[in-house]
């Protein structure tokens, strides 16, 4: 079996189409599907709100802080509105056709 590169080129209005045996699905596709369908996301810069010192990106479990440490780690990522939910920004350009991901603005707040 070959191993998945993840992401598929198509032609059409997918920009992508995600393996479905991409390592950054683990069974959490319904939960998330439900919990992101019509939330709308931003572009922001992290900063706590509630006291922790990161986030973590909802596919992939990347750390997102004010103090990324590695290539893997960031310090900015789509939120939802109440920043319970992070996704960094190669797995929202990754999944964002996938689960219909909706974003109110582009720039970074």
């Known amino acids: 079996?070959?191993?998945?590169?993840?992401?598929?080129?198509?032609?059409?209005?997918?920009?992508?189409?995600?393996?479905?045996?991409d390592w950054r699905l683990e069974g959490q596709e319904s939960s998330l599907r439900a919990v992101l369908r019509g939330v709308e996301l931003r572009l922001v810069?992290?900063?706590?709100?509630?006291?922790?010192?990161?986030?973590?990106c909802e596919f992939c479990w990347a750390r997102i802080s004010d103090r990324p440490r590695a290539g893997y780690e960031y310090d900015r990522a789509y939120a939802t509105l109440d920043q319970r939910r992070w996704i960094c920004e190669p797995c929202f350009d990754d999944f964002r056709d996938r689960f219909a991901l909706v974003v109110i603005s582009d720039s970074v707040a």
């Open 45 to 56: 810069t992290w900063s706590t709100s509630d006291g922790h010192d990161h986030d973590h």
């Open 1 to 21: 079996m070959l191993a998945s590169t993840g992401v598929q080129p198509t032609c059409g209005s997918v920009r992508f189409v995600i393996d479905n045996h």
